[in-house]
């Protein structure tokens, strides 16, 4: 896939670093500068939404890493924003006024990283039921930590994270 | 987070109501409801018939294949990304694939494209009839369902003869394909792509002049194209609105730049032109499909690489070195160099992209699946304030949501 140089000098202040992997191009900024290297990206032509998510590294620290995808229609190139959050209480700002759709992408990674957008209209569980306990995504979180709904033991698998 | 301490399911507050204190009725629609294609409630606020909010809630087909993949080597995912989009399989096969092999640094051969570029078309085709069917059976005209069944069971005849399954093919594979096409499924495509033309007439004679189907889907559900590319629409949502976006033609990939094809664009921004942009698009898609079997190269269609793909069989007996990648590959997989890709194709209901992120080991650490459906499904709300209660049926059928994609 073809990509021509992307970021612009209105970027440049808030980078942290970047670089190209795999033909994509990336951008990290500080979390507290990520909303307005959203808002410049977005005035820069980025007007589409890719997705919103979040990669788990543990045992490493910063152990939460953020990702946000956006496009450019017109000039067909696509950057990516990262940003790190600590393990302990990740937090973020919202972006889900500059990019609407991002409404549900930030519910989703609450819901199953267990991050905490500020500012965010709504976070509430999205994908698990609002009584979930635990953030299945997380890498802490075993597979097969659930067992079926309405089975013997179903009243057993709160405790499942916690045997991890 | 502390809003887990509250009761199970959706607290629904009081509707606000409008300005002279009449309250609005909220009503549940789903999740068993047979229009909402899988299991998609809304909690919807209605002022007498018209809808003056309309709040999707989602979740039940919730598989949790995200997790699945991290717990899978890069080989055994392909066999999970078919089951998101369940109407679209070998499309996501192909974003995860080109994923993969991106991270892996690898090109598949010129036909394994070409075999990847007609399972995608034929799976849009069949993907689009399930919309056509469904949708206008939603809407009272249940003849054309039988029609679109009929040329869909074609389709999945012909994946079971390619890959022996008919819906969850696994065909399209990091590096290659699972197996070559065979001398029969090239004549059943040659067969599909001369009769489909007159099958999508057909479907047209039921659909496009029917009073019903017209008075149901015309200036239903408007959506302006600045209003779908700001709240993350894709696929047919934007060129329904007269977009010409098409990951096809603008990010082309698997070689579909070599192709003659036309981004099929409609005005109109409503329903029925969401239908036509639907239809125009098989068309256009047969058109692919005749292109691609008359210039299908010859050749091999695996990658040459020993590291990714096993050896052929006939090595094993002779060869030490063939027995040592064999069970490498079998016992612990490959591992891509640490990094992370992002791959978008267009499937049949827009941007369907996979992003993976590796830690250099043989396990993916992260794998997330963009899917068009998430992202469509959030303009139901928008498409959907200020129309009547009977037109939500419409508006959900031409979201052509795929349940287990929002989900996953």
């Known amino acids: 896939m073809s990509k021509k140089k992307a970021t612009k000098s209105t970027l440049e202040p808030l980078t942290v670093a970047r670089g190209v992997g795999a033909g994509d191009d990336w951008v990290t900024v500080e979390v507290g500068d990520l909303r307005e290297a959203m808002a410049t990206l977005k005035s820069d032509g980025y007007k589409a939404y890719g997705f919103v998510t979040c990669v788990d590294h543990l045992p490493a620290e910063p152990r939460f890493e953020l990702i946000y995808q956006v496009r450019d229609m017109d000039r067909k190139r696509q950057m990516r924003v990262r940003t790190f959050l600590p393990a302990d209480q990740p937090s973020a700002p919202t972006v889900s006024d500059i990019y609407p759709p991002a409404n549900w992408d930030e519910r989703e990674t609450f819901d199953l990283f267990g991050i905490d957008f500020e500012g965010h209209p709504d976070l509430t569980r999205i994908l698990l039921p609002d009584d979930w306990v635990g953030h299945p995504l997380r890498r802490d979180y075993p597979v097969g930590g659930e067992t079926v709904d309405f089975s013997e033991d179903h009243a057993t698998w709160q405790t499942a994270p916690e045997r991890a | ?408």
């Open chain 2, 1 to 408: 987070m502390e809003a887990l301490a509250t009761p199970k399911g959706i607290i629904i507050t009081r509707s606000p109501g409008d300005a002279a204190g009449q309250q609005w009725l909220t009503v549940n629609f789903g999740p068993q409801h047979p229009s909402t294609h899988g299991v998609l409630r809304l909690i919807v606020d209605l002022d007498g018939e018209i809808i003056r909010a309309a709040k999707p809630v989602i979740g039940y087909l919730h598989t949790g294949i995200e997790k699945q993949m991290e717990a899978l080597r890069y080989q055994q995912g392909v066999v999970v990304t078919d089951r998101h989009d369940y109407l679209s399989p070998p499309i996501n096969n192909l974003a995860y694939a080109l994923a993969v092999e991106r991270l892996m640094g690898v090109e598949a051969t010129p036909r394994a494209q070409a075999l990847r570029v007609i399972m995608c078309e034929l799976t849009r085709i069949s993907s689009h009839l399930v919309y056509l069917g469904t949708s206008s059976l939603e809407l009272g005209a249940l003849t054309a369902f039988f029609y679109c069944m009929r040329e869909r069971d074609t389709i999945l005849t012909m994946n079971e003869e390619i890959s022996g399954f008919r819906m969850h093919t696994s065909y399209i594979r990091p590096g290659g394909l699972m197996a070559d096409s065979t001398p029969r499924w090239l004549d059943m495509l040659d067969q599909f792509v001369t009769t489909m033309p007159a099958h999508i007439d057909q479907y047209e004679e039921l659909l496009t002049q029917n009073p019903i189907w017209r008075s149901r889907t015309i200036g239903v559900g408007i959506l302006s194209a600045a209003d779908a590319v700001e709240y993350g629409g894709s696929g047919p949502m934007v060129r329904g609105s007269g977009l010409a976006w098409d990951l096809r033609k603008d990010e082309p990939y698997s070689g579909y730049e070599k192709y003659d094809f036309e981004v099929v664009t409609e005005q109109a921004c409503d329903c029925y032109a969401r239908y036509k942009v639907r239809v125009r698009e098989m068309r256009e898609s047969v058109k692919i499909l005749r292109q691609a079997l008359d210039t299908l190269p010859d050749g091999p269609i695996n990658v040459d690489d020993r590291k990714m793909l096993p050896p052929p069989r006939e090595e094993l007996d002779t060869s030490m070195e063939a027995v040592i990648h064999h069970f490498k590959l079998f016992t612990e997989g490959y591992s891509p160099p640490a990094g992370d890709v992002y791959q978008a194709v267009e499937s049949a209901r827009g941007e369907n992209g996979c992003y993976i992120v590796s830690d250099g080991t043989h396990k993916p650490r992260r794998v997330k699946f963009r899917s068009a459906s998430f992202n469509n499904l959030q303009l139901v709300e928008r498409m959907s304030v200020g129309s009547m209660i009977a037109d939500l049926i419409a508006i959900i059928g031409t979201a052509d949501t795929v349940l287990g994609d929002v989900d996953r």
